[in-house]
């Protein structure tokens, strides 16, 4: 059960696009669609942005998009604005009713 | 509006054990799963434990199985992370999260409690 990689920070101007990549195996990322992703401001709690690794809830701004591809799944923030500015964890299903998440990367807006 | 308010947390001396709490309300709590998740200080998101909507799946990381039992009560909508033989190692603070699940696969983690802090120390 080690946790899905992570770069440690990724940064970008105002008005660019990021994209962050979450790493795992055949055992969790590359078999299950089941990847999410969530947001956290310093101080608060995580935020659900991204859920079976496509899937945007209801409120959250069409800037985030996800994508997966064999054991990497893959947030792309566009249009980056100061708010994005948090930490963003991956997670997956990983079998036997266990999940796991990414170590996080911290965004930062130029 | 959905809630999710954890309690249960202090400080412990290694080996001992602590009970956390989450009530639960603003929707039907027998409709979901819930889970445990964990953010030791300055440090990243690690998945503790899950329950299905009636208990009959739970599921622990390694570290804590054998050690910390999920359980919940769908008639008093609380859910619980009774906590054993407790270690430094365990000094987080505690979210309660309500999980959507599809065919017994948790789907997303929505919405996230405030947290409760457990320190571990002598």
């Known amino acids: 059960q080690s946790a899905l990689t992570q770069p440690a920070s990724v940064s970008g101007s105002p008005g660019q696009s990021i994209t962050i990549s979450c790493t795992g195996t055949?055992?969790?990322?590359?078999?299950?669609?089941?990847v999410s992703w969530y947001q956290q401001h310093p101080g608060k709690a995580p935020k659900l942005m991204i859920y079976?690794?496509?899937e945007r809830p209801s409120g959250v701004s069409n800037r985030f998009s996800g994508s997966k591809s064999g054991n990497t799944a893959s947030l792309t923030i566009s249009g980056l604005q100061a708010d994005d500015e948090a930490d963003y964890y991956c997670?997956?299903?990983?079998?036997?009713?266990?999940?796991?998440f990414g170590g996080g990367t911290k965004v930062t807006v130029l | 509006e959905v809630q999710l308010v954890e309690s249960g947390g202090g400080v412990v001396r290694p080996g001992g054990s602590l009970r956390l709490s989450c009530a639960a309300s603003?929707?039907?709590?027998?409709?979901?799963?819930m889970t445990w998740v964990r953010q030791a200080p300055g440090k990243g998101l690690e998945w503790v434990a899950g329950?299905?909507?009636?208990?009959?799946?739970?599921g622990y990381v390694d570290s804590v199985k054998g050690r910390f039992t999920i359980s919940r009560d769908n008639v008093k909508n609380s859910l619980h992370l009774q906590m054993n033989s407790l270690r430094a190692e365990d000094t987080a603070l505690y979210y309660c999260?309500?999980?959507?699940?599809?065919?017994?696969?948790?789907?997303?983690?929505?919405?996230w409690g405030q947290g409760t802090r457990v320190t571990v120390s002598s």
């Open positions: 997670c997956s299903y990983a079998g036997s009713s266990t999940s796991i």
């Open positions: 079976e690794v496509t």
């Open positions: 999260v309500r999980v959507g699940y599809t065919y017994g696969i948790p789907r997303w983690f929505d919405p």
């Open positions: 055949s055992g969790d990322v590359g078999r299950y669609k089941f």
């Open positions: 603003g929707f039907n709590f027998d409709d979901y799963g």
């Open positions: 329950i299905n909507w009636n208990g009959g799946i739970t």
